[in-house]
């Protein structure tokens, strides 16, 4: 049954989590984390995955092959440059899967015209005619995207979109690339289009909005009521520069606001939050704490009046449910006296669920952790959660650490065991506090390039005794990547979130290599 198909009020959910969102600077993500988070994406009902570019690296193609070939549900996209190479490679990519999709675009607006393709306005539309024909013949379900759309004059973009059309895409995107709409064109655009251009009743019209100017999810739902019927996004709003619409932002608007946008997904809501919670451990990217949705203090009532009415009915300050997110409010507090399936329930409620295996290295971290702590909150098993996670990159790893520090010499000394590879060496070097030194004795034995763009500490919890959550990110030669570790002792949450960063930079190394060796793959 070709996508567009449907009942007239569904909306198509467009994850691109694992291509725009990756974009991101540091927000790499290796090929387990992708497999992983492809499985939630399908898991929580995603109608279409866009798993990657095939052409950027031999990683990418890996990862979108790998996705193609276990994902049950989505259909599974790459994505391409209107070139053949580009979409041969694409195909290759996806074609085990179920429903695979080719996703090709090419930039429309004038000054993408002549400063990124150089093509005049006759030889970029012969050039969408054949690209699109050649991806049609290779794939039924073709996506066309005419980049920065926006800035593209109406009658040009109207031309382009029938020529795409004419050729056989049965999907059409319309990126606002730079996030420079205001709601009103995002569906004047859409509208316009429906209304002037042959056969785009016949297609999927989808709208794809970057954040620059904070109007992406505004600008999506607009053009939702405009007639698009498939939304691009990311989970948290990830993406280059300001990120793209947020997925948990159209999903629960449309959702509680259905009295006004009479519309539907297919996404179970209650996974919400915990592919948020893993979207933000695996791309170093936390969730800021005021962020609509997912952010901790969503949910959280904090004046007396708000507090007052929430006692008497949740209605008063609440719009939605944290259930219907997949926030639980449990009662269960975990301690040290907590076996092992205790802790197997309380990480199923937080939409972790663990094999044997897993679930064994996990309980020797939270008696670990319970042996600091007098009580172990939600938020602190969600925080080793990531920092298990952030344990697989293990290239560089403490063996052992002592910091000395305090008023009593002028300079603090960190005693470090590093294991690199597998080979422990040991150093001591001293610094301008404890992190410092510790930093010093990591740089003393790894030597790199890397600098410290980003040192950021936040306690999980209240109380002395919380774990602190450090996030640092480092800048090389034009590559970045972050890291993020949680412990009760912040010198050595520091000093993994140091290391956790420094494996994700030797990951990207690697990337950039790949890219390197196929081409430049410069996109919006
Ligand atoms: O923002 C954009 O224009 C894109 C395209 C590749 C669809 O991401
Ligand atoms: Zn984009």
């Given at each position: 049954?070709?996508?567009?198909?449907?009942?007239?009020?569904?909306?198509?959910?467009?994850?691109?989590?694992?291509?725009?969102?990756?974009?991101?600077?540091?927000?790499?993500?290796?090929?387990?984390?992708?497999?992983?988070?492809?499985?939630?994406?399908?898991?929580?009902?995603?109608?279409?995955?866009?798993?990657?570019?095939?052409?950027?690296?031999?990683?990418?193609?890996?990862?979108?092959?790998?996705?193609?070939?276990?994902?049950?549900?989505?259909?599974?996209?790459?994505?391409?440059?209107?070139?053949?190479?580009?979409?041969?490679?694409?195909w290759e990519a996806v074609r085990s899967a179920a429903r695979p999709r080719i996703h090709t675009?090419?930039?429309?607006?004038?000054?993408?015209?002549?400063?990124?393709?150089?093509?005049?306005?006759?030889?970029?539309?012969?050039?969408?005619?054949?690209?699109?024909?050649?991806?049609?013949?290779?794939?039924?379900?073709?996506?066309?995207?005419?980049?920065?759309?926006?800035?593209?004059?109406?009658?040009?973009?109207?031309?382009?979109?029938?020529?795409?059309?004419?050729?056989?895409?049965?999907?059409?995107?319309?990126?606002?690339?730079?996030?420079?709409?205001?709601?009103?064109?995002?569906?004047?655009?859409?509208?316009?289009?429906?209304?002037?251009?042959?056969?785009?009743?016949?297609?999927?019209?989808?709208?794809?909005?970057?954040?620059?100017?904070?109007?992406?999810?505004?600008?999506?739902?607009?053009?939702?009521?405009?007639?698009?019927?498939?939304?691009?996004?990311?989970?948290?709003?990830?993406?280059?520069?300001?990120?793209?619409?947020?997925?948990?932002?159209?999903?629960?608007?449309?959702?509680?606001?259905?009295?006004?946008?009479?519309?539907?997904t297919g996404i179970d809501t209650r996974k919400i939050v915990n592919i948020s919670r893993r979207?933000?451990a695996v791309s170093g990217f936390p969730v800021q704490y005021n962020k609509a949705i997912v952010?901790?203090?969503?949910?959280?009532?904090?004046?007396?009046?708000?507090?007052?009415?929430?006692?008497?009915?949740?209605?008063?300050?609440?719009?939605?449910?944290?259930?219907?997110?997949?926030?639980?409010?449990?009662?269960?507090?975990?301690?040290?006296?907590?076996?092992?399936?205790?802790?197997?329930?309380?990480?199923?409620?937080?939409?972790?669920?663990?094999?044997?295996?897993?679930?064994?290295?996990?309980?020797?971290?939270?008696?670990?952790?319970?042996?600091?702590?007098?009580?172990?909150?939600?938020?602190?098993?969600?925080?080793?959660?990531?920092?298990?996670?952030?344990?697989?990159?293990?290239?560089?790893?403490?063996?052992?650490?002592?910091?000395?520090?305090?008023?009593?010499?002028?300079?603090?000394?960190?005693?470090?065991?590093?294991?690199?590879?597998?080979?422990?060496?040991?150093?001591?070097?001293?610094?301008?506090?404890?992190?410092?030194?510790?930093?010093?004795?990591?740089?003393?034995?790894?030597?790199?390039?890397?600098?410290?763009?980003?040192?950021?500490?936040?306690?999980?919890?209240?109380?002395?005794?919380?774990?602190?959550?450090?996030?640092?990110?480092?800048?090389?030669?034009?590559?970045?990547?972050?890291?993020?570790?949680?412990?009760?002792?912040?010198?050595?949450?520091?000093?993994?979130?140091?290391?956790?960063?420094?494996?994700?930079?030797?990951?990207?190394?690697?990337?950039?290599?790949?890219?390197?060796?196929?081409?430049?793959?410069?996109?919006?």
């Open positions: 049954m070709p996508v567009h198909s449907r009942a007239p009020g569904r909306v198509l959910i467009f994850d691109t989590t694992l291509r725009d969102g990756e974009q991101s600077p540091g927000a790499t993500m290796t090929l387990e984390e992708k497999i992983e988070i492809a499985a939630l994406l399908d898991e929580m009902g995603v109608d279409i995955i866009e798993a990657g570019f095939p052409i950027a690296s031999d990683g990418d193609f890996e990862a979108v092959s790998l996705i193609a070939g276990n994902t049950r549900n989505a259909i599974i996209c790459g994505l391409a440059r209107a070139n053949e190479n580009d979409i041969s490679r694409c675009f090419i930039g429309t607006s004038p000054i993408h015209r002549r400063y990124q393709v150089q093509l005049d306005r006759d030889q970029m539309a012969e050039r969408i005619h054949d690209t699109v024909t050649f991806a049609r013949n290779l794939c039924e379900d073709v996506q066309w995207s005419p980049m920065d759309a926006t800035r593209t004059e109406e009658d040009y973009l109207c031309r382009v979109c029938e020529i795409a059309i004419g050729a056989g895409a049965t999907t059409i995107n319309i990126p606002d690339t730079v996030g420079y709409t205001v709601p009103r064109e995002s569906a004047g655009i859409i509208a316009m289009l429906r209304e002037r251009v042959p056969g785009m009743d016949a297609i999927t019209l989808a709208t794809h909005c970057h954040n620059d100017l904070g109007m992406a999810t505004a600008n999506a739902l607009l053009a939702v009521e405009a007639g698009a019927r498939q939304i691009e996004c990311t989970v948290n709003g990830l993406g280059e520069r300001a990120g793209n619409t947020a997925l948990e932002e159209v999903v629960m608007a449309l959702r509680v606001r259905n009295d006004v946008m009479p519309f539907t979207v933000a952010g901790k203090n969503a949910f959280a009532h904090e004046s007396g009046i708000h507090q007052d009415g929430m006692l008497k009915h949740s209605g008063t300050f609440e719009i939605m449910r944290p259930a219907d997110v997949g926030l639980c409010e449990s009662h269960l507090v975990m301690g040290k006296h907590s076996g092992r399936a205790a802790l197997r329930n309380k990480l199923a409620e937080l939409g972790y669920d663990l094999g044997d295996n897993q679930l064994n290295d996990v309980f020797v971290r939270f008696k670990s952790l319970a042996d600091k702590k007098k009580e172990v909150f939600d938020d602190d098993l969600v925080a080793l959660m990531q920092d298990t996670s952030a344990s697989g990159l293990e290239y560089l790893r403490i063996e052992a650490l002592q910091v000395t520090c305090g008023t009593v010499s002028p300079q603090a000394k960190a005693e470090l065991a590093l294991s690199i590879d597998r080979d422990v060496r040991t150093v001591t070097a001293h610094g301008d506090g404890p992190v410092d030194a510790a930093f010093n004795a990591v740089r003393a034995l790894y030597d790199h390039d890397a600098r410290l763009e980003l040192y950021q500490v936040s306690a999980v919890t209240a109380g002395t005794d919380a774990q602190a959550t450090v996030s640092v990110r480092l800048e090389e030669n034009g590559l970045i990547a972050t890291g993020q570790s949680s412990d009760t002792d912040t010198v050595v949450a520091s000093t993994k979130a140091y290391l956790h960063a420094l494996n994700r930079l030797r990951v990207r190394r690697y990337q950039q290599a790949g890219i390197q060796a196929s081409g430049p793959a410069e996109l919006s």
